[in-house]
Every structure is written in structure tokens, then in C-alpha cells.
């Protein structure tokens, strides 16, 4: 993986930042192991290799945990929101904002949408309605 500094980012996370502001969700994956992995880190958190990369994610997976916000962690934060770990088919797992109404649950079928907040794309989680 190449490192390069951006203007606001660190050079860990610049390239997820900047898929994201084009609605795209990408996560590292592991050249040596082939493991998913989030948050991004130096090294593979399974064999210690330092060659990965960021790669496109179908954005589809089951919310594995979720919690109601009263309290903003920030400026643009309107509370409350819902909040949850999901789990994404590719086999990682993100901590993110879950939308609509109703929220979804533990265990729903979800798929990304985006919010702004901010001034930043923000990755968030909508219900799969059949």
C-alpha cells in the first residue's frame, strides 16, 4: 500500500475518505492473507503484512448490534440517531449510523446509503425492504 498525505486526512484513511465522497465503500484487504479488515492499520491484524489495499465492498450486510445516540459525540450530529456494527458480506465489520424508520434491528438485512455531515460522506445503513 502507498501512503500519501491529504489535506484534513490522515494518509491511513485518505483513500476511504475519498470513496466515500463518491459513494463508494471500500475496505483493506490483506495481499498476503487475503483477510478483510476495518479500521485501517498499518500492518494486517492476521499475519502482520504491510501489503494491502483498499478494495471495493458490495455495501450489503446484517446489522450485528445497535443503540439509540442521545448525546452528539459532535457539531452536525442531531440526536438522536442510530448507531451499529455491521456485519458486511465480504466478512468485515464497520461501526456506523443506521437510517429509516423504523431503525433497523439486530439482525436485519441492511445496505449502505450516505449521509453529509459536517462537511464529510458519511457511510451509513438502510433496512432491505423486500
Given at each position: 500500500?502507498?501512503?500519501?498525505?491529504?489535506?484534513?486526512?490522515?494518509?491511513?484513511?485518505?483513500?476511504?475518505?475519498?470513496?466515500?465522497?463518491?459513494?463508494?465503500?471500500?475496505?483493506?484487504?490483506?495481499?498476503?492473507?487475503?483477510?478483510?479488515?476495518?479500521?485501517?492499520?498499518?500492518?494486517?491484524?492476521?499475519?502482520?503484512?504491510?501489503?494491502?489495499?483498499?478494495?471495493?465492498?458490495?455495501?450489503?450486510?446484517?446489522?450485528?448490534?445497535?443503540?439509540?445516540?442521545?448525546?452528539?459525540?459532535?457539531?452536525?450530529?442531531?440526536?438522536?440517531?442510530?448507531?451499529?456494527?455491521?456485519?458486511?458480506?465480504?466478512?468485515?465489520s464497520m461501526l456506523a449510523t443506521l437510517v429509516g424508520e423504523p431503525l433497523p434491528g439486530?439482525?436485519?438485512?441492511?445496505?449502505?446509503t450516505w449521509e453529509e455531515r459536517g462537511g464529510r460522506t458519511l457511510p451509513a445503513f438502510?433496512?432491505?425492504?423486500?
Open positions: 500500500m502507498t501512503v500519501v498525505d491529504g489535506p484534513g486526512a490522515p494518509a491511513l484513511t485518505a483513500p476511504f475518505w475519498a470513496a466515500a465522497a463518491r459513494h463508494e465503500l471500500v475496505r483493506p484487504v490483506c495481499r498476503e492473507c487475503g483477510r478483510n479488515f476495518f479500521t485501517p492499520q498499518i500492518a494486517c491484524p492476521a499475519c502482520l503484512s504491510e501489503d494491502w489495499a483498499y478494495e471495493p465492498s458490495t455495501g450489503r450486510g446484517r446489522v450485528y448490534s445497535a443503540t439509540v445516540v442521545h448525546k452528539a459525540p459532535g457539531p452536525g450530529f442531531a440526536v438522536p440517531f442510530g448507531l451499529g456494527i455491521v456485519d458486511l458480506d465480504e466478512g468485515w439486530i439482525g436485519a438485512a441492511v445496505e449502505i438502510r433496512e432491505v425492504r423486500s
